[in-house]
């Protein structure tokens, strides 16, 4: 059997990581997407809980960047343009940058706010979670600088994130679909 119809797989753990951050990451994308719709009640519940969803995807994905260190990702089929074999490792690596940047500024925006310390933030309401106290410290003029630019940059990112994710999903399925490799079957538990 060829390489390509036997497909290389990614381990137990790194496709589990996988799915549950795409999961999060969508759960959390249909939050903010439609805050502006839930009761007034609910608003801050559900903020509280997208930054929740954040915190704990900004740790699994430094989980998976550790994981990887030790146990790199299978190899691309052979039959791979070796434009696509180059294209791929960077398009991954921007995938894991915008999945830090995004929680990351988040964070730093959360800080930045100005009635954070009235706030206290704790993940799912149970695990009390700190604030990034040399923003926390800022005077109150720089802070709300901070707020805006970090406000910004975590809607840039997202929107960034978007762009990725199509051509993520966009590349598996021409594979699985067009050029005829299992390629979902590399991710697939």
Sequence with gaps: MTQDMNPLRYTRVAIA????????????LMLVWFVDYWPEA?????????????????????????WRIGHAPPPLPATYPLLEKRVAPVAHAAL??????LPLSGWLHDSAWKDAAA????????????????VMAMEPAAKEQMHTLFGLLHAWFGYALYVLFVLHVGAALKHQYRDKHPELQRMLP
């Design 96 to 101: 894991y940058v915008i999945m830090l940047a």
């Design 119 to 134: 706030h206290p933030m704790a993940l799912f309401g149970v695990v009390p979670w700190p604030r990034i106290g040399f």
């Design 42 to 66: 609910l608003v801050r519940p559900v903020i509280d809980t997208h930054k929740s969803i954040g915190i704990t995807v900004l740790g699994l994905v430094l989980l998976r960047l550790l």
């Design 17 to 28: 990581l996988h799915w549950l951050v795409a999961i999060l990451i969508a759960a959390n």
